[in-house]
């Protein structure tokens, strides 16, 4: 193939215990999955799931055991963690029931949805489009994969994080509004879904800002735990 500039590498990440690695294709994001957090960011917490997107290469991948560095993004004053729940598709399809698309899963992570708030917040107000909110680079620390056929099936189980060391998110996977089979059934209605996509399941209460210098660490239920610093912006 004689390309006019070099071919970027795939976007790939680790999977836990083993030296293979995960391909990513797209990166979907459930928007307020939990209802606490939607009452907190001015919701009911039953309305119908939605989505956005991340580029793959915002990805940050995290290895095991390491401490990953997110440089502070520019043109914001308020960067959000949000703690996540990311499960990975060995297969995909279109119009999925929920029992197909719980069949989709290969595996889960554990990953941070990072969010220039202040951003966001003025795209909402003005009807704009979440991407310079959330799509920038390094929005997307991400965990080793862990394969659902050594962890099983995740329908439930803690979800917290801290921030130099006091807790700020804590929860229960149980506690999605949409859960795993039904958040992939929906959007596969709307999106052919394919091996290699990965969805982001949304985040529970307890959101806020950090800053240069901060410690994030997310943490689920047989999946261990992911930590990301901020650093200097670039």
Same mark, same amino acid.
């Given at each position: 193939? +004689?390309?006019?500039?070099?071919?970027?590498? @795939?976007?790939?990440?680790?999977?836990?215990?083993?030296?293979?690695? /995960?391909?990513?294709?797209?990166?979907?994001?459930?928007?307020? +999955?939990?209802?606490?957090?939607?009452?907190?960011?001015?919701?009911?917490?039953?309305?119908? @799931?939605?989505?956005?997107? %991340?580029?793959?290469?915002?990805?940050?991948?995290?290895?095991?055991?390491?401490?990953?560095?997110?440089?502070?993004?520019?043109?914001?004053?308020?960067?959000?963690?949000?703690? #996540?729940?990311?499960?990975? !598709?060995?297969? *995909?399809?279109? +119009?999925?029931?929920?029992?197909?698309?719980?069949?989709?899963? =290969?595996?889960?992570?554990?990953?941070? &949805?990072?969010?220039?708030?202040?951003?966001?917040? #003025?795209?909402?107000?003005?009807?704009?489009? =979440?991407?310079?909110?959330?799509? /920038?680079?390094?929005?997307?620390?991400?965990? @080793?994969?862990?394969?659902?056929? !050594?962890?099983?099936?995740?329908?439930?189980?803690?979800?917290?994080?801290?921030?130099?060391?006091? %807790?700020?998110?804590?929860? &229960?996977?149980?506690?999605?509004?949409? +859960?795993?089979?039904?958040?992939?059934?929906?959007?596969? *209605?709307? /999106?052919?879904?394919?091996?290699? &996509?990965?969805?982001?399941?949304?985040?529970?209460? *307890?959101? *806020?800002?950090?800053?240069?210098? &901060?410690?994030?660490?997310?943490?689920?239920?047989? !999946?261990?735990?992911?930590?990301? %610093?901020?650093?200097?912006? !670039?």
């Amino acid at each position: 193939m +004689n390309t006019v500039i070099p071919v970027q590498p @795939p976007v790939v990440l680790p999977v836990a215990g083993s030296d293979q690695v /995960f391909p990513v294709r797209r990166v979907y994001c459930v928007g307020r +999955n939990y209802a606490e957090h939607a009452i907190e960011m001015g919701f009911t917490g039953r309305e119908d @799931p939605f989505f956005f997107c %991340k580029p793959a290469d915002a990805l940050m991948p995290v290895a095991d055991g390491q401490v990953g560095v997110m440089p502070y993004p520019p043109k914001t004053s308020n960067l959000h963690y949000e703690a #996540e729940l990311v499960v990975v !598709l060995g297969k *995909g399809g279109r +119009n999925l029931s929920p029992e197909q698309a719980a069949e989709c899963v =290969w595996g889960y992570a554990i990953g941070l &949805d990072m969010t220039r708030r202040d951003l966001q917040g #003025e795209a909402k107000k003005q009807g704009r489009p =979440w991407e310079v909110g959330k799509a /920038f680079d390094f929005s997307g620390p991400i965990g @080793p994969v862990h394969p659902r056929s !050594l962890v099983g099936t995740l329908e439930r189980g803690a979800i917290s994080l801290h921030v130099n060391g006091e %807790k700020k998110q804590s929860s &229960d996977l149980a506690q999605m509004i949409w +859960n795993v089979p039904e958040s992939i059934a929906y959007l596969s *209605g709307l /999106f052919e879904l394919q091996a290699g &996509d990965i969805i982001f399941t949304g985040t529970p209460e *307890g959101v *806020g800002a950090v800053v240069p210098g &901060d410690t994030m660490t997310c943490s689920i239920q047989s !999946l261990g735990h992911l930590t990301v %610093k901020v650093g200097n912006p !670039l």
